[in-house]
């Protein structure tokens, strides 16, 4: 490897004949791709393809670092997850708190590239250069709580844990995995892929230590960062985490209610942590290397287990689609969804959009309590916990629902489509787009579907005028947070704020490289190409960057009253054609034969 930060090795682990290679990729590789999103969006192109089942053997799990884990960096404490979404079909990256990237890194490895499927339940051990396959079939059923337990006890000291639930296990479409008991690999499925391939979890521990091109670097900005966090009073998720954002979207008009219904939630103070102070049991949870702490734990009594104390570690997504989106205003019915949901491994955004879509047709007389089995109506959390087991053991009802809002709405048909809040089969996340604009270029876009972290464009205006003039902006933040999620460093340290700036000086001081603020806008406009590329490969077009109609229906109530996502759809097109011409594809969003050669795709696509 010429570089430092990285080790220059790939673990790979076939499950089927139980069997480890390594791999050594070349530095250009690492110079075009990072690590994180940018090297697993490459590795995924290049061995996948076209078609193949996301449940089957032949799809890949790439557990990601980055340059900077294992290095005294800040906000580093976490990895990332690529595959192709059972949910989508599409690629997924899937970011999580939690050691297991930094224990993989000390290990030796770069990527561990899992494929193949065990025969029996296993989990994998890895502690330097010691692979193994352990039997798990005495923990297969269990919560993520337990197994996580479990598994440490049969692990050396010090390891990083990963497991999935009941929900990954069952091939649930929206399933999860959890590390270290609080963090979520959350989007598109992965844990079911994981299930898939009779994996319960993976425990890693390492003992190399690596060592950065320019330490000076990494300790100036770790300086700087520190200084300001602790220089901040003022800030509410300094206290509260993500929490604090259900008065902030409220106050914007982009917080979903009753399955998007509303942008504004009537009793959203009732979901607001800082009202329960004497539920708080700390921020003990967080990611490792982190100053800014923001996983805070509240007690709560297990839905499962009456009576027992425990600790759920809500976020504001959850805030959003498993409250006001269910039209549940009690904090604690939330913490309680919210634990149900990561022990039995579901995305409670996924979730809660499935669970809402459902209420929101029964409420309107498309389901009847026949199809259900008993009565659904928004703010019945009871009903909600009991759909939520349904769904991880797809029992009855909750078998459709297991299969994403898009599915379940093609199977229930009579007009259901029209309530399923999703781009590209991804349920929305907790923003609603009708209170900014422009956002909903970001939906319509987002390689994953319509996830809130592909960049936002920087205007703290409503959609009342043509969003064109922030088309540009989104698209610098989408390639700032390509770059971040490259590096795998928290998306949070917007809150410091950490510097575009100041994450090209770590990765420079990293590795030795030497990134510019240009030469980074053209590296995040190649790794968006080419997973438009795997995309467009997998079938989707033009006219798959749509949104959902209920953004399109005229908000009737809250801040943002009055506002569609974009004042007519001739001037969201016209948007989206300006999205596709600065990233040099063709207005039927194709890149162009000279945008991929510019890049330095062409090998990578013809190969």
């Known amino acids: 490897m010429r570089y430092k930060g990285w080790n220059g090795k790939t673990l790979w682990v076939d499950l089927t004949d139980r069997m480890t290679r390594i791999e050594e990729l070349p530095s250009k590789s690492y110079e075009d791709f990072i690590g994180g999103k940018g090297l697993g969006a490459y590795l995924l192109y290049r061995e996948l393809p076209a078609g193949i089942d996301p449940l089957g053997p032949r799809n890949v799990l790439f557990f990601m670092t980055g340059p900077l884990q294992g290095l005294p960096a800040p906000n580093v404490g976490r990895w990332s997850l690529i595959t192709k979404s059972p949910l989508t079909g599409l690629f997924i990256d899937s970011h999580c708190g939690g050691a297991l990237g930094r224990e993989i890194k000390n290990s030796g490895y770069d990527v561990l590239a899992v494929s193949g499927k065990s025969d029996t339940p296993i989990w994998l051990s890895i502690e330097d250069d010691v692979v193994q396959f352990n039997e798990a079939q005495v923990l297969w059923g269990k919560g993520t709580q337990e197994a996580t337990k479990l598994i440490h006890e049969s692990s050396a000291r010090e390891s990083a844990v990963y497991v999935i639930g009941p929900a990954g296990e069952n091939m649930v479409l929206t399933a999860t995995g959890c590390c270290e008991l609080a963090h979520q690999t959350g989007r598109g499925g992965v844990g079911a892929v994981l299930g898939s391939k009779n994996l319960k979890g993976i425990a890693a521990r390492g003992t190399h230590r690596m060592v950065a091109h320019d330490p000076s670097a990494l300790r100036e900005v770790n300086r700087s960062v520190a200084a300001i966090w602790k220089e901040k009073t003022d800030d509410d998720f300094k206290y509260y985490g993500t929490g604090s954002l259900v008065e902030v979207a409220n106050e914007r008009g982009q917080f979903p209610t009753r399955n998007w219904r509303n942008s504004y939630f009537e009793d959203y103070r009732l979901l607001m942590p800082e009202n329960y102070p004497e539920l708080a049991a700390g921020d003990h949870l967080s990611c490792p290397h982190c100053i800014m702490r923001c996983t805070h734990a509240y007690k709560t009594e297990d839905p499962s287990n009456p009576g027992v104390v425990v600790e759920s570690t809500v976020e504001y997504e959850t805030l959003g689609l498993c409250g006001g989106s269910l039209g549940i205003d009690e904090f ?157 460093v928290c998306h949070f340290t917007w809150h410091f704020p950490m510097s575009r700036e100041q994450k090209v000086r770590l990765v420079n001081g990293a590795t030795g490289l030497n990134y510019t603020d240009e030469s980074i806008s053209r590296f995040g406009q190649r790794v968006e190409t080419l997973t438009r590329l795997f995309n467009l490969r997998e079938g989707i077009t033009r006219a798959n960057d749509i949104l959902p109609p209920k953004f399109w229906q005229e908000e009737t109530i809250g801040p943002s009253k009055g506002m569609k996502a974009y004042i007519s759809h001739n001037d969201f097109e016209e948007c989206l054609e300006k999205y596709y011409a600065l990233r040099g594809w063709n207005n039927k969003g194709v890149p162009t034969r000279e945008t991929v050669e510019s890049l330095g795709l062409s090998s990578i696509v013809s190969g």
């Open 332 to 488: 604690q019915a939330v913490l309680q969804l919210n634990y149900l949901a990561d022990d039995l491994g579901l995305d409670t955004i996924s979730t809660g959009s499935a669970i809402s879509f459902a209420m929101d047709s029964f409420e309107t007389g498309i389901l009847c309590e026949d199809d259900i089995g008993f009565p659904l109506r928004f703010g019945d959390s009871a009903a909600a916990l009991r759909l939520m087991r349904m769904i991880a053991f797809r029992e009855g009802f909750g078998g459709i629902l297991a299969k994403g809002t898009q599915r379940a709405a093609e199977e229930i048909g009579r007009g259901s489509g029209d309530l399923a809040v999703h781009v590209k089969g991804l349920e929305a996340a907790a923003w609603d787009p009708r209170g900014k604009k422009g956002l909903g270029l970001t939906y319509a876009t987002g390689d994953v579907g319509a996830s809130h972290l592909r960049g936002w464009p920087q205007t703290a205006e409503k959609p009342n005028s043509s969003a064109l003039d922030v088309v540009e902006s989104m698209v610098w933040e989408r390639d700032t947070k390509t770059l971040t999620d490259s590096m795998v």
